[in-house]
């Protein structure tokens, strides 16, 4: 059994704001106070022995919500429907005017793919066919929590994910590529034509298409995470250039860096509120076993590696990649927060509101989109991760669930992706295979 400590049991902040005070990266938010410390919680994860035959694969059947039924939030919580009938909504994203953009889209299989997927009973686990490769756009504007207009802001695309508008210029990220297109507030469609500013790697290991996307405060720079196009690197590692990283590029597409490597497959990126620290959900890898490697959310440091493909959690080296290259073993850093292995933990976002209880604030809401690759479903629900000042301050607990619809039959009613705040402090859920969008709000 192998331990990694993961927290101590008290940090200072003052050391922590001192350590993360890089301008280009920072969300702009004030420092924290310098004369107050933070208790953490401390935990010690146990890890398995990695066994390469241990892995089981067990591939939910999607058979949608029965009319008038939801996911379930904790008492004081009303989960509505924000939008439905759509095809695969993937992610959402806030415009500075409050207009709600859906990005449709989904991983589209070949041929091949797909009669295996069909045998094995993956294709009833996901949405198939031609991805939509469109964006929406829902406006409410008398602000009663439902959309009066809804647009095709954006179509023809190509595996679209990450959003971003900064000035006069809107951002989305194809798999392929960052785009640029002209854009003024109140636009309800695009209607001039975009250009590539930065080619992106694509292809994949089963979902790792989704690049997303999230500047800084003073928006003088774009970070894209792209994932690896593998499992373990089973490929060479020749195919894995700019892969398994977040990059760091201008708003023109200039000056890329890598800002941090080693992360198998990170979607969803938020900056912590009160700090400078960018933080990611990471999609671990498979092939070890029912409890490895777990999924995690975790601070991004410039310049950091986080092990992937050669060692996981640190410095364990993974089996299949043993004695590969011990220099970035070595240098390999233990992520912040275990959420549980192969839950698909894809979407992350920090509650910067005050509409949800005390105990929300601050905190990371984490979209799990559930497993295929373990002798028992996990994930399937948004987990929350209590937060105070920038730092985590316990362990993952459920929030938003009941997407099984009986476990033994590994039926579930539907699977969470994306997670975005709301204007209004609410939290907008998308939920792809069943096309819906799901709205959760205190009451």
């Not at 708003?251 to 009160?274: F, Q």
Request: one cysteine or more; a neutral charge.
């Amino acid at each position: 059994m192998k331990k990694e400590i993961l927290y101590a049991a008290l940090i200072s902040t003052a050391a922590f704001a001192g350590c993360q005070s890089n301008s280009n990266s920072g969300n702009g938010a004030d420092s924290l106070a310098s004369d107050t410390t933070v208790e953490t919680y401390t935990t010690e994860l146990n890890l398995p022995a990695a066994d390469t035959t241990a892995a089981k694969n067990k591939f939910s059947k999607v058979i949608g919500w029965p009319e008038g039924k939801t996911p379930v939030a904790p008492e004081g919580f009303a989960v509505t429907k924000f939008a439905s009938g759509i095809k695969s909504p993937r992610n959402t994203y806030i415009t500075p005017n409050g207009d709600v953009l859906v990005v449709l889209s989904n991983s589209e299989r070949t041929p091949v793919e797909a009669v295996a997927g069909a045998i094995s009973g993956k294709s009833k686990s996901e949405v198939t066919g031609q991805s939509a490769n469109t964006i929406l756009l829902y406006r409410d504007a008398d602000k009663d929590g439902k959309a009066e207009t809804v647009t095709t802001f954006l179509k023809g695309l190509n595996q679209p994910y990450g959003m971003l508008v900064i000035g006069d210029k809107f951002y989305v990220a194809n798999t392929d590529g960052l785009l640029q297109y002209p854009y003024k507030a109140g636009d309800t469609k695009i209607t001039g034509n975009g250009k590539k500013i930065v080619e992106l790697p694509a292809g994949g290991y089963n979902n790792h298409w989704t690049r997303n996307l999230i500047a800084n405060a003073d928006k003088s720079k774009i970070y894209i995470t792209v994932g690896s196009g593998s499992n373990v690197g089973e490929n060479g590692m020749e195919n894995e250039v700019r892969r398994a990283s977040i990059l760091e590029v201008n708003p023109d597409g200039t000056g890329e860096k890598i800002y941090a490597s080693g992360l198998r497959n990170p979607v969803g990126v938020d900056w912590a509120p009160g700090t400078n620290m960018l933080w990611t959900a990471v999609n671990e890898r498979d092939g070890l076993g029912d409890e490895l490697v777990p999924d995690y959310i975790t601070s991004v440091k410039q310049g950091a590696f986080y092990g992937w493909p050669y060692s996981y959690y640190g410095q364990n080296e993974d089996p299949r990649m043993k004695g590969k290259s011990p220099e970035l073993v070595k240098k390999a850093i233990v992520p912040d927060v275990p959420v549980g292995a192969h839950t698909a933990s894809l979407g992350l976002a920090f509650y910067k509101a005050t509409k949800f209880p005390a105990k929300y604030q601050g905190g990371a809401f984490i979209g799990q989109h559930g497993s295929w690759n373990r002798s028992a479903l996990s994930g399937y629900k948004v987990a929350f991760v209590p937060f105070k000042n920038g730092k985590p301050t316990g362990k993952p607990e459920d929030f938003l669930t009941g997407f099984i619809a009986n476990v033994d039959k590994g039926e579930v009613y539907g699977r969470p992706v994306g997670v975005t705040l709301t204007p209004d402090g609410a939290l907008l859920v998308a939920d792809d295979v069943s096309g819906i969008i799901w709205k959760v709000a205190a009451k």
